[in-house]
């Protein structure tokens, strides 16, 4: 291992992840706001078309499928997948951890179970956070939409369960039964976490 590899192990950051709808994406924004500890939002890179409404360098860093193999090839991400067997592929690059680094920061990635996996596998300084709703909670969620049919509900469930299964992996699990409660829980354990760095 290279010294930049090796000193990139050692980088501290904060990964955010659970099941669609456990209300990761509210959390974020609120996170970053609320925590004493300053957090900087990892933007992750994808080779999918942007959206109307999306800013290139804010949103995602929008990139082409040959630039994304590219920039894969070299090593230059800390996780990367196919995501949904969609052929669109998300990525962290680690210049993302680097630059909130370098702004004083930590940086808070908010990625699915699948790069998760990947950064505990690689990085045992990150500080890993499993969001879940309460029992039974996303299944009512889903069905009180109204929107979706038997079948599709059956395939989102399947999937939360085998995201659930990931869950003792993570440093510590946080259920998301109140909002202002969840982020102030996640907001103590990034603190502690500092903490034990100075101590």
């Known amino acids: 291992m290279s010294s930049a590899e090796h000193e990139f192990d050692r980088m501290r950051f904060?990964?955010?992840s659970g099941p669609s709808g456990s209300g990761k994406t509210t959390i974020v924004p609120l996170l970053i706001e609320q925590c004493p500890?300053?957090?900087i939002k990892s933007v992750s890179a994808t080779t999918r078309a942007p959206r109307p409404h999306e800013v290139p360098g804010e949103d995602y860093?929008?990139?082409?499928?040959?630039?994304?193999?590219r920039r894969r090839n070299r090593g230059e991400f800390l996780e990367c997948a196919e995501v949904h067997a969609s052929g669109n592929w998300y990525g962290t690059l680690k210049s993302e951890?680097?630059?909130a680094q370098e702004l004083g920061g930590c940086a808070l990635l908010e990625i699915d179970v699948q790069g998760a996996r990947q950064v505990i596998e690689q990085c045992s300084q990150a500080l890993t956070i499993f969001v879940r709703t309460p029992?039974?909670?996303y299944?009512?969620?889903?069905?009180a939409r109204g929107t979706e049919s038997e079948e599709v509900i059956q395939s989102r469930l399947e999937t939360a369960r085998q995201e659930l299964a990931q869950a003792p992996a993570y440093r510590h699990?946080?259920?998301?039964?109140?909002l202002s409660r969840a982020v102030s829980e996640m907001s103590q354990l990034i603190q502690n976490w500092e903490h034990e760095r100075h101590d």
């Open 37 to 39: 500890v300053r957090l």
């Open 139 to 143: 299944e009512r969620r889903l069905r």
């Open 97 to 99: 951890v680097t630059r």
């Open 14 to 16: 904060v990964v955010l």
């Open 61 to 69: 860093h929008f990139l082409t499928k040959e630039e994304f193999s």
């Open 173 to 178: 699990q946080v259920v998301n039964d109140h």
């Open 135 to 137: 029992e039974g909670e």
